[in-house]
């Protein structure tokens, strides 16, 4: 999920080291499609699970597969929020905030993040979020 506060950081998530997929990582909050879950209803639970917060309006950015993920559609849905770090509470993982794009790109980043992150933030749906 790419999920963009009003100064236009991305919400993060710092995978365990023990987390089954991308350990130590840094990626993007998200899960997991429950079985006749619709995957949109998905991304909103996710991110009450793993944030605490809420958004009203989530928009299909992407969909397609990843390397490392083989067979696993995964649905990329971007939003806009007016949380503050202080709002986030972590629910899964070693940490989650709200970083620059800039600062993204030198961690260590999961597959996924790898991939969508830097092709989200040259998108017009990023500069959209960035007028609001």
Known sequence: MLLVDPQGRLLMQHRTDDAPIAPGRWALPGGHVEPAEDPLVAAHRELMEETALTVDRLDLWWRGTVPGRPGADV?????????????????????????DPSEILTRALAATAELIVPAFVGSPEYRSALAH
């Not at 939003?79 to 970083?99: H, K, N, P």
């Open 75 to 99: 649905f990329a849905y971007h939003g806009v929020t007016t949380a503050s770090q202080d709002d986030v509470v972590l629910g899964e993982g070693q940490a989650m905030l709200f970083l």
